[in-house]
């Protein structure tokens, strides 16, 4: 069978592609929790969390993206409430996580006094977390928490950073992004 090389492109194009996908357009809601959030692949908006400041939020919406549900809502109020206490448990968390793998982060940088500097304590984490934290609000099923995740840049893993995972108040997971 004889095929021209116009029909071996059509033939040879990816199928499926997200190139072929219908974005779906930007939009906004006033959300009674979260605030003005925009959709783009997930809600983003902006979020005061007590000691951390006024951060950037973002909320999955699911395969539909949906606008967030109650409790997705009722996990950020409670975060809210709880930060000034999970904190330091956080910064401890994020301490243990970045000692017991500083070794590879030397191994990996470029200029380890920088990247990854001795830290004596918690204290010094703002060495290595640069800017403020990111929260991540996860899709949930049925009557399941969502999981909520803080998100920081830092100076030992650029492309990845750390990421702290809290599921109903406990920190459950501290790793890479």
Request: charge should be negative; aromatic fraction near 6%.
């Amino acid at each position: 069978m004889y095929c021209d090389l116009q029909d071996s492109a059509v033939l040879l194009r990816p199928i499926g592609t997200t190139a072929d996908m219908p974005r779906p357009k930007k939009k906004k809601i006033q959300d009674p929790v979260l605030g003005e959030l925009t959709f783009d692949i997930l809600w983003s908006g902006q979020i005061p969390i007590p000691p951390l400041g006024t951060i950037e939020v973002f909320v999955d919406g699911g395969n539909n993206g949906d606008p967030p549900t109650d409790l997705q809502r009722d996990a950020a109020v409670s975060l809210q409430a709880a930060m000034p206490l999970l904190l330091p448990e956080i910064e401890a968390a994020i301490f243990s996580y970045y000692c017991n793998r500083r070794d590879d982060f030397l191994a990996l940088a470029i200029e380890p006094d920088q990247e990854a500097p001795q830290l004596d304590s918690v204290k010094e984490l703002h060495r290595v977390l640069t800017g403020p934290p990111r929260l991540y609000i996860g899709y949930h099923r049925r009557k399941e928490s969502p999981s909520i995740k803080l998100d920081w840049n830092t100076t030992f893993d650029e492309e990845h950073g750390v990421t702290v995972e809290i599921v109903e108040g406990v920190i459950r997971d501290v790793g890479c992004g």
